[in-house]
């Protein structure tokens, strides 16, 4: 069973638009949370991480993310897209189970058109 | 600057053979991971280790075994590839613990005909 949930595998927006990808979480227990980006013909990138602290994070290119522990939830979100924010978006959840292991969401494959 | 680095990018082979696919990183990181990544499931883990000769079975680990002999290098293997293990596969590694991150390979593309 998928333990990170992201709640749209495709995206289409226009740029300028507010972007908002939801990720949701079924671990208790302290966790890491990461944000990855993969563009096309690309290898996976770090866009953002929370580690503990402030649970909005801002990572590269105008990316944030809010911490909800509450809700165990982990959304990204960016004001206004740009074209260059097409590629896929993967949620990723650190925690230890006999072992530091990451879990990864589904993906959410985002395309902005120009 | 941190580096994972995967033998090849592009893997054909065929049926029954025995395939390795090598990852080496130069950070002296002692957690080691293999992921399959597919369309519409993400990223899975096969197998990880956090030392050497250590080994873990991850969330897909059937039809794989896993080798690390040496900490910088984490071999997966498959022991008679089969069509269905067709897909993009991503080694990564990190520190032990908490509040540390994963850094990624460029993955190799694996076709089995």
């Known amino acids: 069973a998928q333990s990170v949930s992201q709640h749209n595998h495709h995206v289409i927006l226009s740029e300028a638009a507010s972007l908002e990808l939801g990720c949701n979480y079924s671990?208790?227990?302290?966790?890491?949370l990461f944000w990855y980006v993969q563009y096309p013909g690309q290898h996976l990138q770090l866009l953002l991480k929370?580690?503990?602290?402030?649970?909005l994070v801002k990572g590269i290119k105008g990316f944030e993310a809010e911490f909800i522990k509450s809700k165990f939830s982990f959304n990204l979100r960016k004001p206004s897209v740009q074209w260059s924010d097409t590629a896929e978006y993967f949620c990723a959840v650190r925690r230890y189970t006999g072992g530091f292991k990451t879990i990864f969401g589904a993906g959410t494959r985002l395309f902005v058109k120009a | 600057d941190v580096k994972v680095t995967q033998s090849s990018r592009y893997l054909v082979k065929r049926t029954g053979e025995k395939v390795f696919l090598e990852c080496v990183q130069d950070m002296d990181h002692e957690n080691m991971f293999w992921y399959r990544q597919d369309p519409g499931l993400g990223l899975r883990l096969i197998y990880f280790?956090?030392?050497?000769?250590?080994?873990e079975k991850g969330d897909i680990p059937e039809g794989y075994s896993v080798s690390r002999e040496k900490k910088e290098r984490f071999s997966l293997i498959l022991e008679s590839a089969s069509t269905n293990q067709t897909s993009m596969y991503l080694c990564?590694?990190?520190?032990?613990?908490?509040?540390?991150?994963?850094?990624f390979g460029q993955g190799t593309r694996l076709t089995v005909v």
């Open positions: 929370y580690f503990s602290g402030d649970p």
């Open positions: 990564a590694s990190s520190l032990q613990g908490l509040n540390t991150e994963a850094f």
């Open positions: 671990y208790g227990g302290t966790v890491n």
């Open positions: 280790s956090y030392d050497v000769k250590m080994k």
